[in-house]
């Protein structure tokens, strides 16, 4: 590229840069946003790094480099951050609420905006899977493979499901101390663990274990969580609790699931991982205050918000665009990284070269399946991270309208 090209593509830059943070209101609270793109990224980069398609023969089968080398399990207390991201969506959902009664908005009316965004972008990912795993079958691709990968294509799904029922279950959660949900999931774990009672009875804990953040966001709403005492408290209890249930209790050190292990902390829910969410949630507490600050810089606000206008596109298609680059890549044969066991150093160092292709493949799924979660797009529209905060909408509080 020219220097001209390159003055005329930093201009541009510029240009839209300044753009956003000129439509952005200085009442809102940047670190919300902050940090619902940090917790999405984080499923993103920790499925990428954890989640292996290993050859084997014609067939793909998952596999995880956890399982082999159990020395990365602290990837997963780094990069399973969903408790933050029910911790926001608590917070953005209450005060959306308030704001929708304040003027007047019929609960209905407020679920159905609520839900659309999250849902819109579904019909694009079943659709597409399922003519793909048609195809794939019709083709004689082995039934295993097509299996695993529409497996992990829509693995994301249950998350949405878990949200959407407490976003609409949002006005009776908006005052419940969180330490009900977490009763639950602790009496829930003696009955499993300590009882013997029957390995059904975990799945309780799908929604009381993510309703523990969620009633978190509730709780900083009503501005219970503005004094750092309060971050200092759930981060140091939170990591004390979990290192207690790791060491003592016999619970998995992987906060992610690991192929062959007897027990997950995530399928069903544990009170490890709602306790080590706690830890999490306590940190992004503790770092508001900086968030905010970061995000003062026009280039940090500007990424942030461009995650954020397609947050559940990221979320949904991240998958497929690993899939997209491990299938036709056996073509090539079985490459380092993408299609060999993840038992070695070796492995990591080639994935992780590996995590720019998969980029590339999500911003293809970016650019074609976008305008699902913007409701059909079009040119002119003012983006929701801008169009949530008019000034028409003064006494809306700041991020009440966050999705």
């Not at 491990?326 to 380092?336: C, D, E, S, V």
């Amino acid at each position: 590229m020219t220097d001209i090209g390159v003055r005329a593509l930093r201009q541009g830059v510029r240009r839209g840069v300044g753009r956003v943070g000129a439509a952005t209101p200085p009442g809102r609270d940047r670190a919300v946003d902050a940090l619902r793109a940090a917790a999405v990224l984080g499923v993103v980069l920790g499925h990428w790094l954890v989640t292996a398609l290993v050859s084997d023969g014609r067939a793909l089968r998952t596999a995880s480099p956890l399982q082999h080398m159990p020395w990365l399990t602290p990837v997963s207390w780094m990069l399973q951050t969903l408790a933050v991201f029910f911790l926001v969506g608590g917070h953005v959902a209450t005060r959306g609420h308030a704001s929708a009664r304040a003027r007047g908005i019929p609960y209905h009316r407020w679920l159905t905006a609520r839900l659309s965004r999250l849902f819109k972008p579904v019909a694009a990912v079943l659709t597409l899977w399922t003519v793909a795993a048609v195809a794939l079958l019709l083709s004689g691709t082995e039934y295993g493979t097509v299996r695993t990968m529409v497996k992990l294509a829509l693995s994301p799904l249950w998350f949405l499901v878990v949200f959407a029922g407490l976003t609409a279950a949002t006005p009776l959660l908006a005052r419940l101390n969180p330490l009900w949900p977490l009763a639950v999931v602790l009496h829930v774990d003696l009955l499993r663990f300590g009882l013997g009672g029957p390995a059904w009875l975990g799945w309780v804990n799908v929604a009381a274990a993510w309703m523990v953040p969620y009633t978190l966001g509730a709780a900083w709403t009503r501005g219970e969580l503005e004094r750092r005492r309060a971050g200092w408290v759930l981060l140091g209890a939170g990591a004390a609790a979990t290192a207690a249930l790791v060491a003592l209790a016999g619970y998995p050190a992987s906060m992610v699931g690991v192929p062959g292990d007897g027990m997950s902390n995530l399928e069903p829910p544990t009170l490890a991982v709602v306790t080590f969410g706690l830890a999490q949630c306590g940190l992004a507490l503790l770092l508001r205050e900086r968030l905010r600050r970061a995000m003062r810089r026009p280039v940090a606000w500007a990424a942030v918000a461009l995650v954020n206008l397609s947050v559940m596109t990221v979320f949904l298609w991240h998958q497929t665009a690993l899939m997209a680059t491990t299938a036709p890549g056996l073509l090539a044969g079985r490459l380092a990284g993408l299609h060999t066991r993840p038992d070695d150093l070796g492995w990591v160092g080639a994935r992780l070269l590996w995590l720019p292709v998969f980029a590339l493949a999500l911003a293809v799924c970016w650019a074609a399946f976008r305008s699902f979660e913007r409701g059909g797009g079009g040119r002119g529209r003012t983006s929701r991270v801008v169009r949530a905060h008019r000034p028409s909408d003064r006494g809306t509080p700041a991020g009440a309208r966050h999705v």
